[in-house]
């Protein structure tokens, strides 16, 4: 089946440093990318969607400028979060979708990146 | 404003039982449904597509009623292994894809 391979799986960082997660797609062109956010006990929020080659769409309350998305390719989208600060420690999921596949296929998600930052 | 609703539980039940959780979602246009599982600190995994005309899966049947915008799990014979948040996942199209809050079980020994 389709893969998504998301990496780091951890890191811990010092707050006012970045940090850039990477989301390949191994077996497919990932048409469009989902980022999401996970707080402890908390539901999934999206984040953000990314076409290939295009501008990422931010959801309501995204900072744009602190969650930079680059979807440069059918196979690759990062997310990097600057000068991170305690309260953007969270648990980041990426998840991928392919025009291919049609509406009906469900989407394929990365392994998942928990971020703290001290 | 797109809704996905679910009772977010936790649903505690004994082992063999019978569990049912119900999802609601607010747009009618949606196109495609899905149940996902997600353990604790992990990412969401998927279990099953929703057909129209209902389907199963082992001790899995999930059935949707487009009329009412409604999509429904059944878990039969429950196993402790199946202890986890049930998310409700309701895609509008190739870029819109909204999660219900999920449910969680804890089923026991």
């Known amino acids: 089946g389709a893969v998504v391979s998301q990496h780091p799986s951890r890191v811990i960082c010092k707050s006012g440093t970045s940090v850039k997660i990477e989301c390949r797609s191994l077996?497919?062109?990932?048409?469009?990318m989902f980022w999401y956010r996970q707080f402890p006990k908390k539901s999934l929020m999206l984040m953000a969607t990314?076409?290939?080659?295009?501008?990422?769409?931010?959801e309501q309350g995204v900072e744009k400028d602190k969650f930079l998305i680059n979807h440069a390719s059918l196979t690759l989208s990062t997310l990097t979060v600057t000068s991170a600060h305690p309260e953007d420690s969270s648990f980041y999921i990426c998840?991928?979708?392919?025009?291919?596949?049609?509406?009906?296929?469900?989407?394929?998600f990365g392994n998942g990146t928990r971020l703290t930052v001290t | 404003r797109k809704e996905v609703e679910q009772d977010p539980g936790p649903f505690n039940v004994p082992e063999g039982a019978t569990v049912a959780f119900n999802c609601t979602y607010s747009?009618?246009?949606?196109?495609?449904f899905f149940w996902y599982r997600q353990d604790c600190r992990k990412e969401p995994k998927l279990l099953m597509s929703?057909?129209?005309s209902g389907n199963e899966d082992g001790r899995f049947t999930a059935q949707l009623n487009r009329a009412s915008q409604y999509i429904s799990l059944l878990i039969r014979d429950s196993k402790l292994s199946d202890s986890a948040t049930y998310l409700c996942?309701?895609?509008?199209?190739?870029?819109?894809?909204?999660f219900g809050k999920g449910t969680m079980l804890l089923v026991s020994p």
């Open positions: 998840s991928a979708g392919s025009r291919e596949e049609g509406y009906n296929s469900p989407l394929h």
């Open positions: 077996d497919f062109q990932a048409t469009t």
């Open positions: 990314s076409n290939e080659g295009s501008k990422a769409t931010y």
């Open positions: 747009n009618s246009a949606s196109q495609s």
């Open positions: 929703v057909y129209s």
């Open positions: 996942v309701v895609r509008e199209g190739y870029s819109t894809l909204t």
